[in-house]
């Protein structure tokens, strides 16, 4: 079992079983073995927080209703840093609960591949930031909107050139 805490500093123990899947697919229509069988569920993960923490609130349900927070109470205190840590939770729980070795191996082997791209493009941004790169298009791209026509004006709506 993996654990998360959210931005109200609770903590929350991701478990994945035959129930937990039966609960995420009665409350929110999601088979999350799509994950294992290759389906874009996993990049829909990756991409969507608002379905990531629909997912995460019917897996925790029991325990949220124990402490009586609501979906709306979970929703607010799920930004940044406990987004991610979810997301590791709720994966690596996945593989564990993989019932063949041959998919666990599988799926452990595509999230570290999906991990690594991540980072790879975290750097390049980083690198694009720090040397420089995004701020000289952005100046260039000020200096073309600003040059040339200081009158102000807006170039003429295709729709006022298209000959009648």
């Known amino acids: 079992m993996k654990t998360f805490k959210d931005n109200a500093g609770r903590e929350w123990t991701v478990e994945i079983n035959v129930a937990a899947l039966k609960r995420i697919r009665s409350l929110t229509g999601t088979d999350l073995l799509e994950v294992i069988s290759g389906g874009e569920l996993l990049e829909r993960l990756m991409r969507?927080?608002?379905?990531?923490?629909?997912?995460?609130?019917?897996?925790?349900?029991?325990?949220?209703?124990?402490?009586?927070?609501?979906?709306?109470s979970f929703g607010a205190a799920m930004a940044g840093d406990a987004i991610d840590s979810a997301t590791a939770a709720l994966l690596d729980e996945l593989v564990a609960f993989c019932p063949s070795p041959r998919d666990r191996a599988n799926l452990g082997r595509v999230l570290?591949?999906?991990?690594?791209?991540?980072?790879?493009?975290?750097?390049?941004?980083?690198?694009?930031?720090?040397?420089?790169?995004?701020?000289?298009?952005?100046?260039?791209?000020?200096?073309?909107?600003?040059?040339?026509?200081?009158?102000?004006?807006?170039?003429?709506?295709?729709?006022?050139?298209?000959?009648?």
């Open 112 to 164: 570290l591949v999906v991990r690594q791209a991540m980072d790879k493009a975290s750097d390049v941004v980083e690198a694009r930031l720090e040397g420089g790169e995004i701020e000289r298009i952005v100046n260039e791209a000020l200096k073309a909107a600003t040059s040339g026509n200081s009158s102000g004006a807006a170039p003429a709506s295709s729709a006022s050139t298209q000959p009648t």
């Open 48 to 72: 969507d927080p608002v379905l990531l923490c629909d997912i995460l609130f019917a897996l925790v349900k029991p325990q949220a209703d124990q402490r009586q927070i609501s979906d709306e």
